[in-house]
Nanobody, 122 residues
């Protein structure tokens, strides 16, 4: 199982960015696919998570109302849409996957991709 993240870049504050995570080796519809971020010196934070077959989505309080997440299971791809970006959203974002179809930040996600850097300029 290999998640592969892409789509990071530089965006102005208030702008939008869409990331992508292609997950090979499992069925994205009935698996948990999540995004995490970790700023230097900070704790790792789960951001959005989705199990599309269950219509289960979870968002951290810091991004609720600004980020959404969607799945295209035919492409084994999950897309977090990040709107109203703030400078504090600047960090590396990681895609993670787990066989268990449950979105919970207490789940230990077994499969991790490389990060993609998001930089929000003020």
């Amino acid at each position: 199982v290999q998640p592969q993240a892409s789509g990071g870049g530089l965006v102005q504050a208030g702008g939008s960015l869409r990331l992508s995570c292609v997950v090979s080796g499992l069925t994205t519809g009935n698996s948990a696919i999540a995004w995490f971020r970790q700023a230097p010196g900070g704790e790792r934070e789960g951001v959005p998570c989705v199990v599309s077959d269950n219509d289960d989505t979870v968002y951290s309080d810091s991004v609720k109302g600004r980020f959404t997440i969607a799945s295209d299971n035919a492409k084994s791809t999950v897309y977090p849409q990040m709107n109203s970006l703030k400078s504090e959203d600047t960090t590396v974002y990681y895609c993670a996957a787990d066989w268990a179809p449950l979105c919970s930040w207490h789940v230990k996600f077994d499969y991790w991709g490389q990060g993609t850097l998001v930089t929000v300029s003020s």
